[in-house]
C-alpha cells in the first residue's frame, strides 16, 4: 500500500483528514500524522512515504518550506497543499515547487477524492505499462489550481482576464486558455461567470445588499446581471432573495 502522511497544526484537521476518506479503498494506509513540519522531517528519515499532505500555515517551519525540503530531499514524495488563505503568492509557490495539488480549507472531500485520484493515477506505482501516459497532465493540474486561485483573489475586478493570468504565471495566454478548458471542462469566461453568480446568490441570501452593491462586489455589469442571474437559476435575483433570504430584508 501506498503511504501517506497528513501534517496540519490542527487536531481537527489532521483527525478529518484521517476518517473523511475511504483511504483503504484506494490502496493507501496513513503512516502517520504529525502536528508540526520539524515532527513530520523526523518522520519522513524513519519511513517511507509515498504521499504527503500539508498544511501552509505552521509555527516555525511552514508547509512551503517543508515542500521545498521534501521536493529536495525525496523527490518521489507527491505532495498536496492545503491552505485557509486564498494567497496567488502560495499556489504560484506551489506550482514552482512541482506539487500534485492545491485545496483551500475548509476541505472539501471530493475535491480531496479527486485530488488523490489524479496523484494515484500520476504514480508509478498505480501506473501499469497498458495505461496511456500523458506527462503534461500534472503540469496542466498545476497551472489551473494557480488559475483558479488567481481568480478567487481577483473576483470583484470587472476587467479580470485570462491575460492577466497568463502574465502572472509567466506562460502562453493561448496555453493557458487550453489548460484551462481542459482542467475545468469549460471556458475561463463561462466559469468566471459561473463562479460570480454563485457568489451573487449567497449575498442574496446571506445581505442586505442591493443588486448593485452586489455587481460591486462580484465584478459584473449590471446590465448583464439580471439576465445571467435568471439563466443559470431560472428565477430573477429578487424572487431568489425572498425564497433563499437567511436575513431579515
Wanted: proline share 2%.
Amino acid at each position: 500500500m501506498l503511504q501517506l502522511l497528513i501534517v496540519d497544526d490542527s487536531k481537527w484537521t489532521r483527525e478529518g483528514l484521517a476518517q473523511v476518506i475511504d483511504w483503504s479503498a484506494l490502496n493507501i494506509e496513513i503512516a502517520g500524522t504529525c502536528s508540526n513540519a520539524l515532527s513530520a522531517c523526523e518522520l519522513l528519515e524513519s519511513k517511507h512515504i509515498d504521499i504527503l499532505i500539508t498544511d501552509i500555515k505552521m509555527i516555525g517551519m511552514d508547509g512551503l518550506e517543508l515542500t521545498e525540503h521534501v521536493h529536495n530531499a525525496y523527490p518521489h514524495i507527491k505532495i498536496i497543499l492545503i491552505s485557509a488563505y486564498r494567497e496567488f503568492d502560495y499556489a504560484y509557490k506551489a506550482v514552482q515547487l512541482g506539487v500534485s495539488g492545491y485545496i483551500l480549507k475548509p476541505i472539501d472531500s471530493e475535491e480531496m477524492l479527486k485530488t488523490i485520484k489524479s496523484v494515484l493515477a500520476d504514480h508509478p506505482q498505480t501506473t501499469t505499462a497498458s495505461d496511456p501516459t500523458d506527462n503534461s497532465v500534472s503540469s496542466v493540474e498545476k497551472i489551473v489550481v494557480a488559475a483558479k486561485t488567481y481568480i478567487d483573489q481577483h473576483i470583484y475586478e470587472q476587467d479580470m482576464s485570462l491575460n492577466d493570468i497568463a502574465i502572472e504565471l509567466h506562460i502562453n495566454y493561448y496555453y493557458l486558455s487550453k489548460c484551462f478548458k481542459k482542467g475545468e471542462g469549460i471556458s475561463f469566461t463561462k466559469y468566471v461567470t459561473n463562479k460570480r453568480l454563485q457568489i451573487a446568490s449567497e449575498l442574496l441570501s446571506d445581505t442586505n445588499l442591493h443588486i448593485y452593491e452586489i455587481c460591486e462586489r462580484i465584478g459584473m455589469d449590471p446590465k448583464n446581471f439580471h439576465a445571467l442571474f435568471r439563466k443559470k437559476f431560472n428565477v430573477t435575483p429578487q424572487e431568489y432573495r425572498k425564497s433563499h433570504k437567511k436575513v431579515e430584508i
